[in-house]
Structure formats: C-alpha cells, structure tokens
C-alpha cells in the first residue's frame, strides 16, 4: 500500500481531521443545546416573554453580540443537520472558519471586557441584569465559552490569516461608532446617559481619556486574536505532522 494510501485511510478512520473533530454526531448535540442556552440568555436579559420587556437592552454590544453568536450557532445547527443528510455523521460542518474565529473573537470582547472592566466598575445595564447571575453568566460567560469549545473542537484549524485579527475588531469597532452616533444624536442607553459603557463617558474622562480606553483595550484584545491566531496555526501543525 502506497504512502498516500495509508494517509488517505488514516484520516478515514480517524475522528480528528485538519485540527478539529470530524463526529458529527457529538458536534449536532452540542451545538443544539449551544443554541438553547444563548436563546435563554438573550430572552432573559431583554425581557423578551415578560409583562416589561427591555427594548434598550438591544443598544449594547452584550446582547448584540449574543444575537450574532445565536444566529451563528443556528446556521451551524442547520449546516450539520443538512451535512448528516448528505455525508453522513463524519465530516467538518463549519460554512466558514475564518467567520467562526470572527464571531468567537467578538464574543470574547464581551467577556473580557465584562470580568476585567465592567465588573469592577460596578456597570449597570439595560434588562435584566446582576453581576454574576444566572442571566449574567449565560450571556457573558456561557455564551463566550460556548462559541471558543465549538472553535476548539470542530472548526478545521489552518485556515486563518494573520491580518485576520485585525479585522475582527472591525465588529466591535462598528459597534463604538454607532453607539457614539446614537449618543450624540441625544439617544440614550439608560435613562439619562448616552453612553454604554463607562469606559466611553466622555464628561467623566474627556476624548483623550475616552480614546486612552479605547485605544488599550483594543491592544490587549488584538493581543488576544493573535493568540487565537497563533493557536489556530499551531493546533494545525500538530494536526499535519501527526497525519490528520
């Protein structure tokens, strides 16, 4: 049997392919109750159901990038389903993994931001929100962890670029534009401010102030997308040399 043969029929028996699980049937179950607890956790924090919905709530980044995770997930829900239906239970079922890493890295801002500078500072928000309740959790932790075990797991690895990191700040940069806009046209996110984070309170720290925020957390968190990054390169070297 020839070397490529046996390449080919290693990685046809193996259940890790290009750096990520090629089982279907672990990745549809995960990926379903993934959709139910980022569902849960967006219902909760607007009170979507309830006699006193949170309309405003949909003015931070927190639930807007939930609501991206959640119809990111879905398209992964459908895209497994359909893939089992054509291919079988063995395969990556991932539209696109460089748009995986984006979505997993504009959930990670929410997270981070969430535990190293909004809690600390007290930050309250729209909805039905406590510091460290089971809302809390599902939409800053939950949800976070959720989309990096799903990268982790079952995104084929290789295929990621090293402007990529950059460009992933575009979404939350998207987001600071239009939420200085929105202020500055006399919306606001609670009653009485027009900003949503405290970070971006210009009458407390002053535009240079403002920018200083702004300007340090987007190093440590680009620092953070090229660590992905860097994770992504490295699971996929391991994957090659091992020969799946």
Not at 54 to 82: D, E, G, H, M, Q
Not at 123 to 133: C, I, L
Not at 219 to 234: A, E, H, K, P, W
């Amino acid at each position: 049997m020839s070397k490529d043969a046996i390449i080919s029929r290693t990685r046809a028996e193996s259940v890790w392919d290009s750096g990520a699980l090629v089982l279907r049937t672990i990745a549809l179950p995960f990926r379903c109750v993934a959709l139910v607890l980022i569902t849960i956790g967006i219902i909760r924090i607007t009170g979507m159901f309830t006699e006193e919905p949170s309309p405003k709530a949909w003015l931070f980044y927190t639930v807007l990038s939930n609501a991206l995770c959640l119809v990111w997930v879905l398209l992964l829900v459908l895209s497994t389903i359909r893939d089992i239906a054509a291919f079988g239970t063995r395969g990556h079922s991932t539209p696109s993994a460089r748009w995986s890493a984006a979505i997993m890295m504009a959930i990670t801002v929410t997270m981070l931001v969430y535990i190293f500078v909004l809690v600390p500072s007290e930050f309250v928000q729209a909805g039905d929100y406590e510091a460290f309740s089971l809302t809390d959790n599902l939409i800053h932790v939950v949800t976070p962890l959720l989309l990096i075990v799903d990268w982790l797991l079952f995104v084929p690895k290789g295929q990621l670029r090293a402007a990529d990191p950059i460009r992933w700040a575009f979404i939350p940069f998207g987001y600071l534009v239009l939420a200085f806009v929105y202020g500055a046209l006399g919306g606001e996110f609670l009653e009485g401010s027009s900003y949503p984070y405290p970070f971006m309170n210009v009458v407390v720290y002053g535009n240079g102030g403002v920018a200083l925020w702004i300007g340090g957390l987007s190093i440590g968190l680009m620092l953070i997308g090229y660590v992905y990054f860097t994770l992504d390169r490295l699971i996929a070297a391991i994957s090659n040399r091992i020969g799946n």
